[in-house]
């Protein structure tokens, strides 16, 4: 199994939990839910739809039968929100919120000319797609996205573009196609030093 292949099994891995555990994860107070595993990320609405968007849009790169855990792992989310919409659309608007936060505290490191946080950019990123995977599901019905949020977003992609390096994707070259250059173009590429 190739390194990519290794990755996008992860993924469905974690998309599985995360879906089994979103009825609790919604009804809860906690933003950042640990699910339970060491080696796997906290659960987030944003974390969840980042993986969905990569996994369906990838799905030709897995085997039947993960594509048929993708369904149903994406089934269990749905069901499990459908009765919750409105605090569903709460809980994406907080973490927005601080995914926002936390990637503006990032780039302000980057300004400071910090060499490790540019080293780090590969995995840092990531926030920023998080960010985008939350504003895409903001903006699709039944939800409604806060446009003050949305305008932050525009400002940190504003300042970030002045000092950006356009290059190379930072991820697994097979992950191209669920993430088009014109719309994510802070993978393709990296701040300038």
């Given at each position: 199994m190739t390194s990519s292949e290794e990755k996008l099994a992860q993924d469905l891995e974690i998309l599985q939990v995360m879906a089994d555990q979103m009825d609790d994860y919604v009804r809860s107070e906690t933003l950042f839910w640990p699910m339970g595993y060491s080696d796997m990320p906290m659960l987030t609405l944003g974390g969840y739809w980042l993986r969905q968007h990569r996994l369906t849009a990838l799905r030709a790169l897995l085997t039947s039968e993960q594509q048929s855990q993708l369904d149903a792992a994406v089934q269990t989310f749905n069901t499990a929100v459908s009765d919750w919409v409105v605090r569903?659309?709460?809980?994406?608007?907080?973490?927005?919120?601080?995914?926002?936060?936390?990637?503006?505290?990032?780039?302000?490191?980057?300004?400071?000319?910090?060499?490790?946080?540019?080293?780090?950019?590969?995995?840092?990123?990531?926030?920023?797609?998080?960010?985008?995977?939350?504003?895409?599901?903001?903006?699709?019905?039944?939800?409604?996205?806060?446009?003050?949020?949305?305008?932050?977003?525009?400002?940190?992609?504003?300042?970030?573009?002045?000092?950006?390096?356009?290059?190379?994707?930072?991820?697994?070259?097979?992950?191209?196609?669920?993430?088009?250059?014109?719309?994510?173009?802070?993978l393709y590429g990296r701040p300038k030093a």
């Open positions: 569903t659309e709460q809980r994406a608007h907080t973490e927005l919120e601080a995914r926002i936060r936390q990637w503006g505290e990032y780039l302000r490191d980057l300004a400071d000319k910090k060499s490790a946080e540019m080293a780090s950019y590969p995995a840092q990123v990531e926030v920023r797609a998080i960010i985008a995977a939350l504003v895409n599901h903001l903006q699709q019905s039944p939800y409604a996205l806060d446009q003050k949020l949305a305008g932050a977003t525009v400002s940190l992609d504003k300042g970030l573009r002045a000092r950006f390096a356009s290059g190379e994707f930072v991820w697994p070259e097979e992950w191209q196609p669920a993430y088009p250059e014109a719309e994510y173009w802070y």
